[in-house]
């Protein structure tokens, strides 16, 4: 006993204490929560709120660790006495911070799958970033975030290598602090309840801390049967123990029409008529000078502003130990660029994280709030505002229209010309269509680590999603928008639905390390329990003076629609030795979608990570600081895409166009509706190999992938034969797809001092998909494919294809010949394919050929920031390169028929039309499919930190930023950025001036 006893005074004599400050090495100001650790034991502490320590070390420390999220860990000698200590910012993800999966966390280092994080200093800037997923476009390799037009509050299209399915879903799905989101989208891709149908657009992007992405099956699967397009987790603010913090942010911008279409000046026009017109076109010329895209465009004011509050409460001793809190409140207010567009959007958010009894308890309650007010503005004027004649006025004096002047039917002053194009003005200030929009969403979560086996813990999880949305469309009976064939003019519509999705997950974790077996043990295993039932109120339409327009009687008194599913998922991830890792996941989903003989869907997956940097043939390298092999294999599933009850036999209602008329009284029919007792789940099978690596103590840090994933039983809608079904095309499990594809991506600290730093990342992903299997008889040689994508001039024409052997939606057009002497395409002239002396048209033509394809096999992302003293610069761009682009603006507008219309007006047209002379539309010809590859800067931000104003207390930051800063490309439209590679003249998308100021205090 006297020998232990000197041994441990000999020990303790031989400690010593050390105290010191770590500092941003930007502003001087303390960090709270950084780590210092004695190096190679568990002896450590954590900075206070000032970001200041003490800590008693071994006599035998030599060395601290001192590490912090989002900055460059720095290990320094122990020393004596106080000290401090300067952190400098660092845009690579440190190997230690803690990643979100599905249903748990890890160290990014000890991630066997292809996961990636984007938090919140890293996100895109700029008031116009309304939306979480416009945060991370351009920064993660194979995420493609495209922007659907410059409307406010419009939805991106996001995709996670690529597509997964054809008619399927290609949504990622999103998880918030743990709810899996409804995206509350129909299997066409519009929304059931107009203005919430994407979840992203009602969450305020100041309130979101991190999006993490689950690219490969491995790390998907967990999710099951709506995982097979990837997932996003997006996890959001919350509150740390101390004082209460305030921040407030406050962004006011100006959005300005970043390119117009070229279109004829009104001099041009004239000569052209003048020159080529008969005397009646002439004479409908008109003597004005308008610019119509003036006239409908307008610099759009936004105002984003936010105040948030964090903090923590002081517990009861032995009962509550804290309770960290974080509330926000949000408003946005954006005018669009076209005129009478507006978003108002109210966010509040209220996070509560509570922990009992010594941490064994922990409560995590979330709660976000959204209510928007938008006025949606007549798109149809962007296309009329090109195709108007500007030798037409605004207004004509004694017009019954309202005074607007509009083109007239022959012979009648009164009565609009139906073939005419509208007045744009008209089209914008006599329609009012207003919605309202509420979107509450949270979740209650309850961990408990159990007291007499506290490696086990028990979690459940409680979810809500309610939506609501509502709105009407008026337009006055004097608007020859909405001129009726009868008595019945103009137009009051109303509409209304709502969403409830519940959300109820139960789960046992358990997480042991067993050091006498150099092994650490992490397994969950759940259930889960999904209910959505959505409700839309259809109404009849009415007319300005109130009267039932003959034909729009509603349906039902509401549709519902509700569908409900149930998991059982497991995961085990075993570590041994900290070298060798290997992570398994099963999930079981039944969906309420199929008919019980294929209702539950079975969806495995596997992988494996080898460190071999903790190799011992690898410690003492001076080249690698990280080095990790991976492999994975797993399963996801499909339901989206069909309906909730399309595998029952039904008869439902006829439509509003399909009634049947007795004298003056219309009646509905029922009808027989297509059903498939045999849908059951599209499965894809993804494999994965990837390499995580780092160089000088991981300044440099990426990784490299490749990927191979294989959908079969896709749910596809093809034309069936005639008497097989009640419809002549039906949406089955037909087909194969086969995509595979390598990303590259390395992100780097080029320069760190006291004075400056500056990072750099970039990504690169390359895909190659192609339709593998499409019907059921695949020696029908007149079969060419499903034709596919939207309709071009008229219903029915569609020039994209769906064939085995090409990518999906590759375009289906006719060749073009051309003058050997000028380069022109002559008219009509196309190539003869089968060499039968007849051109035929597509779709189904064996005269027409696949050319090219709407997706880009490359796209890369560009992301740097220089940080110098107070002052840092930032910049985002991004690159699609080999992708195509329909160009229907001018396969409509660029040809005579469009400017002497034969219906007695007067167009204009673009400039474009000078390099074809086409007199008729050629909508077939491939002269049409432009090369839209394009490298856009994204986003330029300034920044300057004043660090602590007004006595040392208040954190002062100024920005100003652009947005859409420049786009290069060889593509003659406005924008080459089109998801689908049919450009029909979508909303422009705007240049954004922003100026910011945020104060901290």
Not at 396 to 415: L, V
Not at 436 to 449: C, P, Q, S, T
């Amino acid at each position: 006993m006297s020998l232990l006893l000197f041994v441990y005074s000999f020990s303790f004599a031989q400690s010593r204490t050390i105290s010191g400050k770590i500092t941003d090495a930007t502003d001087g100001t303390g960090i709270p929560g950084v780590s210092i650790q004695v190096k190679g034991t568990k002896t450590g502490a954590t900075t206070g709120n000032d970001g200041s320590f003490s800590m008693t070390v071994p006599g035998s420390a030599t060395t601290l660790v001192i590490s912090s999220v989002g900055y460059t860990t720095r290990e320094i000698p122990v020393g004596s006495g106080s000290f401090n200590v300067t952190l400098v910012k660092s845009s690579a993800t440190s190997l230690n911070d803690v990643v979100v999966i599905g249903y748990g966390t890890v160290k990014q280092k000890d991630l066997t799958g292809s996961v990636a994080t984007v938090t919140s200093k890293d996100f895109q800037q700029g008031a116009a970033i309304t939306s979480a997923d416009e945060l991370i476009a351009g920064k993660l390799a194979g995420v493609s975030v495209t922007s659907n037009g410059g409307q406010p509050g419009a939805a991106a299209t996001v995709r996670i290598r690529g597509l997964s399915s054809l008619n399927g879903n290609n949504d990622p799905l999103y998880v918030i602090d743990g709810v899996p989101m409804q995206s509350l989208k129909n299997p066409d891709g519009t929304s059931t309840i107009p203005g919430v149908a994407d979840p992203l657009s009602m969450i305020n992007p100041n309130d979101i801390e991190s999006e993490t992405v689950l690219k490969d099956a491995s790390a998907a699967a967990i999710y099951g049967s709506r995982a097979s397009s990837g997932v996003i987790l997006i996890t959001t603010k919350k509150g740390r123990s101390g004082a209460p913090k305030f921040n407030f942010n406050t962004q006011v911008g100006a959005s300005v029409i970043a390119k117009e279409e070229s279109v004829l000046s009104t001099d041009q026009l004239k000569a052209y008529v003048n020159a080529n017109g008969t005397p009646a076109q002439i004479a409908e010329m008109g003597g004005a000078n308008t610019n119509w895209q003036n006239e409908i465009y307008q610099t759009g004011i936004i105002s984003n502003s936010n105040i948030s509050m964090s903090g923590g409460l002081n517990g009861m001793k032995g009962i509550m130990n804290s309770l960290p809190y974080y509330v926000s409140l949000g408003y946005l207010d954006q005018a669009g660029i076209l005129k009478t567009d507006n978003l108002q959007r109210t966010t509040a958010s209220i996070r509560l994280n509570p922990s009992f009894f010594d941490n064994y308890l922990k409560i995590d309650i979330n709660a976000n709030g959204s209510h928007t007010n938008t006025r949606f503005a007549n798109q149809a004027a962007i296309g009329a505002a090109v195709s108007m004649a500007p030798t037409q006025p605004i207004y004509e004096k004694g017009s019954p229209f309202g005074g607007y002047f509009e083109w007239t039917a022959n012979g009648s002053d009164t009565i609009p010309n139906n073939n005419a194009t509208r007045n744009p003005v008209a089209l914008l200030n006599q329609y009012n269509s207003t919605s309202i929009a509420n979107r509450l969403f949270g979740n209650v979560e309850i961990d408990y680590k159990i007291h007499f086996l506290p490696d086990l813990h028990v979690n459940l999880n409680l979810g809500l999603d309610e939506s609501k949305g509502q709105g009407n469309v008026n337009v006055p009976a004097d608007a020859a928008q909405q001129w009726g064939t009868t008595t019945n003019h103009g137009q009051n519509y109303q509409y209304m639905g709502t969403n409830h999705n519940t959300v109820l997950e139960f789960k046992l974790n358990y997480l042991k390390d067993i050091p006498d077996i150099k092994s650490n043990i992490n397994a969950i295993a759940g259930y889960g329990y999904y209910n959505n039932l959505g409700t839309t109120y259809n109404y009849a339409q009415f007319d300005s003076k109130g009267d039932t327009i003959p034909g729009t009687a509603p349906l039902y008194p509401t549709t519902i629609q509700e569908n409900t599913m149930i998991s059982y998922f497991g995961r085990l991830i075993y570590t041994y030795d900290d070298k060798y890792i290997l992570t398994a996941s099963l999930r079981t989903d039944g969906s309420s979608r199929f008919p019980s003989t294929n209702r539950f869907g079975v969806f495995p997956a596997v992988a494996v990570a080898w460190k071999l940097n903790e190799e011992s043939f690898m410690k003492n390298s001076t080249t690698f600081s990280t080095l990790k092999v991976r492999a994975s294999y797993g399963v996801t599933g499909n339901q989206d895409g069909i309906g909730n009850y399309g595998y029952i036999p039904s008869y439902s209602l006829s439509s509003n166009g399909s009634q049947y008329q007795f004298g003056n009284s219309f009646y509905y029919m029922y009808t027989p509706a297509l059903f498939d007792g045999n849908i059951k789940w599209e499965q894809t099978a993804s494999t994965n190999i990837g390499i995580d690596y780092g160089f000088l103590h991981n300044r440099i840090i990426g990784s490299i992938e490749y990927y191979y994933k294989n959908t079969t039983d896709m749910i596809n809608s093809l034309f069936i034969p005639d008497g097989t079904n009640f419809s002549n095309k039906a949406t089955a499990n037909i087909g194969n797809m086969v995509s595979k594809g390598a990303e590259f991506s390395i992100s780097a600290v080029a320069i760190q001092s006291r004075t400056i730093t500056w990072n750099l990342s970039f990504n690169i992903a390359y895909e190659d998909i192609k339709i593998t299997k499409l019907t059921n008889n695949s020696s029908d040689p007149t079969f060419f494919g499903d034709a596919t994508g939207p309709n071009v001039g008229a219903t029915g024409n569609t020039i994209q294809m769906n064939t085995v052997g090409y990518t999906p939606n590759a375009f289906f057009v006719l060749q073009q010949i051309y003058n050997q002497k000028s380069g022109m395409p002559i008219e009509g002239l196309y190539v003869d394919q089968n060499r039968d002396g007849i051109i035929s048209s597509p779709p189904s033509s064996p005269d027409a050929y696949h050319y090219k394809t709407p997706f880009a096999p490359v796209i890369m992302g560009f992301s740097t920031s220089v940080t110098y003293l107070k002052w840092s610069l930032s910049t985002v761009l991004r690159a699609n390169i080999g992708n195509y682009v329909y160009n229907n603006v001018a396969a409509n507008v660029a040809v005579q028929r469009s400017i002497l219309n034969p219906n007695n007006f007067i167009s204009n047209t673009i400039t474009s039309y000078t390099s074809t002379n086409f007199i008729n539309n050629q909508y077939y010809s491939d002269f049409y499919v432009e090369n839209g590859s394009f490298l856009k800067m994204d986003n330029l931000s300034l920044n300057y930190n004043f660090g602590n104003i007004i006595n040392n207390k208040v954190k002062l930051n100024i920005s100003a930023s652009c947005q859409n800063v420049f786009v290069v490309t060889k593509y003659t439209g406005i924008d080459p950025e089109i998801y689908g590679g049919v450009d029909s003249n979508i909303y422009p998308k705007p240049r954004t001036y922003t100026l910011g100021l945020n104060l901290g205090f």
